[in-house]
């Protein structure tokens, strides 16, 4: 099967675990104005924000200096829908996850 492309406001990646600090009980979501691959490739710094597992609870934040789209990021609810997809991709995969996005609320792919 191949996905369809999603072409929305806001694109990113998220880490059921942080990658840097494994053993923490935090989330790690990144996000970027319009496509991923600006994310990947590095042209847009991401923001980023800490959120607690199971609870979807933002921990911290960090915005993007690069903000200049005029678009506001994900809210809370987005936040904690992302965290809970981790928590669900987790579980699935028995071990620490990462997953691509794209969207808002009903729109979050």
């Known amino acids: 099967m191949i996905q369809g492309l999603a072409d929305e406001h806001h694109s990113g990646v998220g880490f059921s675990r942080d990658p840097r600090?494994?053993?923490?009980?935090?989330?790690?979501?990144?996000?970027?104005?319009?496509?991923?691959?600006?994310?990947?490739?590095?042209?847009?710094?991401?923001?980023?924000?800490?959120?607690e597992i199971g609870s979807g609870r933002?921990?911290?934040?960090?915005?993007?200096?690069?903000?200049?789209?005029?678009q506001q990021p994900p809210d809370d609810g987005d936040l904690a829908h992302l965290g809970a997809m981790l928590k669900n991709a987790e579980s699935l995969l028995k071990g620490p996850?990462?997953?691509?996005?794209t969207g808002r609320g009903e729109r979050l792919t």
């Open 21 to 51: 600090r494994e053993t923490e009980p935090h989330a790690v979501i990144e996000c970027v104005p319009g496509r991923r691959s600006d994310l990947v490739d590095g042209t847009v710094e991401p923001d980023r924000w800490l959120v």
């Open 58 to 70: 933002v921990l911290g934040q960090r915005p993007s200096s690069d903000r200049s789209d005029g």
């Open 97 to 101: 996850a990462d997953v691509e996005w």
